[in-house]
C-alpha cells in the first residue's frame, strides 16, 4: 500500500471524514469495541465505506504508528459534488453524464472511466456504497482516464436521478429487454446513460424513473455483454450520432 495514502488512528480518521477526504477501505481491530470506535464505525457506515475487520497481527507491521486499532487508506481520487458540477454547466456541448449501478468490479469500473474519458463524458456518478472502490487497481485499469473525467459520488442513485431531472437532463438506461434499439434510437442529444451490474442489471426501482431503455443488438445468445465493453459501444453511438446529426 502507498504509504502517502494511510492513514491511521481514531481522530485522524474522523479528521478525514470531517473534511471530506475519499476513504475508500478501512480497516478496524476485532474486539475493540471502544465509544470513539464506535462513533467512528457509525459515520463509516453512513458514508457507505468499506470496512473490514481484522485480528491485532494485521497492524504488527505498523507498531511504530499511533493506530488505536484503526486503519485507513485514502481513495488517490478526488470526488466532486454532482451539484457543483451541473451548476457550473457544461460549455457548449450538450451535457453527457454517466450513472454506474452497483458495478462492483475495479477492474470494470477503471475500464468504464478509460472509455467515458475517450468520449467526453462530463461525469461519472457512483452511489457511496455497492460500488468498486477507487483504489489502485481501478487508477491502474482506466490508464489515468480516472484523473481526467470527473467522479461524483450520491447517498443513492435516485439523488442523481432526480438531480438531473430539475436540470432537465434525460435519462436514458441500457437493458436488454428494451424494445428499442440503440442505434435506431436518438441519442444525439442532453443526457445521462444509466448502466447496471451483468448480474442484476439496472434495480427495477431506478429503472421505472427513467425516461426510456435502449439495447444493444445481440446476434448470439450469450447472456450478456461485459459491462465495460456494453458502456463503451453505447458512448461511441453517442458520439457517433452527435458527430453525424442523426441515427443513418
Same mark, same amino acid.
Given at each position: 500500500?502507498? /504509504?502517502?495514502?494511510? &492513514?491511521?488512528?481514531?481522530? $485522524?480518521?474522523?479528521?478525514?471524514? $470531517?473534511?471530506?477526504?475519499?476513504?475508500?477501505?478501512?480497516?478496524?481491530?476485532?474486539?475493540? /469495541?471502544?465509544?470513539?470506535?464506535?462513533?467512528l464505525e457509525n459515520k463509516l457506515r453512513a458514508k457507505g465505506i468499506s470496512t473490514s475487520y481484522v485480528p491485532k497481527e494485521k497492524f504488527n507491521t505498523y507498531k511504530n504508528e499511533n493506530h488505536q486499532g484503526v486503519m485507513g487508506r485514502i481513495s488517490p481520487v478526488t470526488v466532486h459534488s454532482l451539484e457543483t458540477i451541473l451548476e457550473n454547466g457544461f460549455g457548449e456541448d450538450p451535457p453527457l453524464l454517466l450513472l454506474l449501478?452497483? &458495478?462492483?468490479?475495479?477492474?470494470?469500473?477503471?475500464?468504464?472511466?478509460?472509455? $467515458?474519458?475517450?468520449?467526453? =463524458?462530463?461525469?461519472?456518478?457512483?452511489?457511496?456504497?455497492g460500488s468498486a472502490p477507487l483504489n489502485a487497481t481501478t =487508477?491502474?485499469?482506466?490508464?489515468? $482516464?480516472?484523473?481526467?473525467?470527473?467522479?461524483? /459520488? =450520491?447517498?443513492?442513485? /435516485? +439523488?442523481?436521478?432526480?438531480?438531473?431531472?430539475?436540470h432537465d437532463i434525460p435519462l436514458v438506461g441500457l437493458d436488454e429487454k428494451a424494445s428499442e434499439i440503440a442505434y435506431n434510437s436518438p441519442l444525439a442529444g442532453p443526457m445521462a446513460v444509466v448502466m447496471g451490474s451483468e448480474e442484476k442489471g439496472i434495480h427495477p426501482s431506478l429503472?421505472?424513473?427513467? +425516461?426510456?431503455? =435502449?439495447?444493444?443488438?445481440m446476434v448470439s445468445k450469450v447472456g450478456s455483454l461485459n459491462v465495460s465493453v456494453a458502456t463503451g459501444l453505447i458512448l461511441y453511438e453517442i458520439i457517433r450520432q452527435r458527430d453525424h446529426g442523426s441515427t443513418d
Open positions: 500500500m502507498d /504509504k502517502s495514502l494511510q &492513514i491511521f488512528g481514531i481522530h $485522524a480518521l474522523q479528521e478525514a471524514l $470531517a473534511n471530506e477526504q475519499t476513504l475508500d477501505k478501512v480497516w478496524i481491530q476485532q474486539g475493540d /469495541k471502544s465509544p470513539l470506535l464506535r462513533q449501478d452497483h &458495478i462492483t468490479d475495479p477492474h470494470n469500473l477503471g475500464a468504464i472511466l478509460r472509455s $467515458a474519458a475517450a468520449t467526453g =463524458v462530463h461525469c461519472v456518478v457512483l452511489p457511496e456504497s =487508477v491502474k485499469t482506466s490508464a489515468g $482516464a480516472i484523473f481526467e473525467v470527473p467522479i461524483a /459520488k =450520491v447517498s443513492h442513485l /435516485k +439523488d442523481a436521478i432526480f438531480l438531473l431531472q430539475a429503472l421505472k424513473l427513467l +425516461d426510456r431503455c =435502449v439495447q444493444l443488438p
